[in-house]
């Protein structure tokens, strides 16, 4: 659709910016935190780990600062559960609470809206070593964990995430990292996972409802509009089963309170299927998100499955995810998008095109809480970072979510990623994603000073012209 005149953003749109706990903070066992599952992976050599990362945790008061500069109406930042409740459950640490509490009002101070991320991949060990999300008793911890932050930060929080990438979890767990000896739980083990955390995340949406009923809560999912390679039928179901498979079914479940009728089948054929008790049913039907929490970086285009091992592929450039599965789909290229440096798909496009469709699926309000751009950034002698090819995918992206608004999509706000550099999931700290840039490599500390990139102020104006340059 090509309009006469684009819609401006929302006047209180939430311009933001993305972080999460394990790549961000460090202190990864002070003041009482235990450690999670990140901590205790195996995780590829030679790149970073997660014990310094950009020691947010020490220096987060200059990082809000530097925020509350370049002009964040919002920051989106996740909750280290093990620093709430060391134990998974019981026993509060109030140095982790008050840790908390003081970047929420440090937040406030300069009117950045907290967005809380309540679980991003970090599960703690303790947990794990009980059986994990395999164990339902993880249901009522996940829920129990919830009540503290909803009774602690309830009254100065009003949006929450529940948790993080579900759907990354369960079908790339790897890119986490991987258990010792590497051996990762069976598909079958992780849709039951899977179900147990759709049910905890249902119990933990009704219950912010009811202790804090100015909040607003939902799932933050990454979110992919499919291509097929050609217009050959069979590639456009194929194109749709991996959909449904990678997206929908995940968001289906919190908005629904049903799984989506495809991916139930699927899960049948192959003996997939999670044991699902009989009240499980109205657990899920019992709650519904206010919004769609959306991280977005890539299209992915497929072609109709060969049946057999020639369906799955690494990932370009990224040999830990593995794509295309024997009878459902298989990854192809697409001649008409770019590329990172890291092989990641940069279709701007493509996001208002997923926009539209999580608008017409489910009529709910999107908050962008992820979208960006790996790049191995440069620090000059001068101190300056220039990331041309950063603001250039901003620019296109916010002009894409423009169009998509003019579309009709009701948009929160967009929290990129990262505010500030982090450590990359799989990839170390050479992959840097933040707006300023943190004086450290793969293995030398430095002196972690932080330095705005181009980016940084190309986002400050952008911001305080509530993107009329788009
Ligand atoms: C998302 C995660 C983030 C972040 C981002 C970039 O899947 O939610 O935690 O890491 O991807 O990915 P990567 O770090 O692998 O480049």
Redesign the pocket.
Known sequence: MIYQKLLDFPEHFLWGAST?AY?VEGAWDEDGKSPSIIDMYEHPAGYADFTVASDHYHHFAEDIALFAKMGLKAYRFSIAWTRILPQGTGEVNPAGVEHYRAVIAECRKYGIEPVVTMY??DLPWCLEQQGGWLNRATIDAFENYARVLFTEYGSEVKYWLTI??QN?MILHPG?IGLPKGGQLPSRKDLYQMNHHMMLAQARVMKLCHVLCPQAKIGP?L?LTAMYPETCRPEDAIAAHNWEVLRCWNFADVPVFGQYHPLAMRYLEDRGLTPEIQPEDWDTLAGAKPDFIAM?Y?STATIAASRGDASDVSARAGDQQIMLGEEGVYRAAENPYVGKTQ?G?VVDPTGFRYTLRKVCERYHLPILIT?N?I?APDKLEADGSVHDPYRIEFYEKHLHAMREAITDGVDMLGYCP??AVD??????GYA?R?GFIYVDRDEQDLRDLRRYPKDSFYWYQKTIAENGKNL
């Open positions: 999460s790549q991003h991949f993080n990438e990354t890119a933050a990454n991280n970086y890291y990641w992820e960006g790996g990623w990262a982090v450590v990359s999931t799989h990839q992959k994603y």
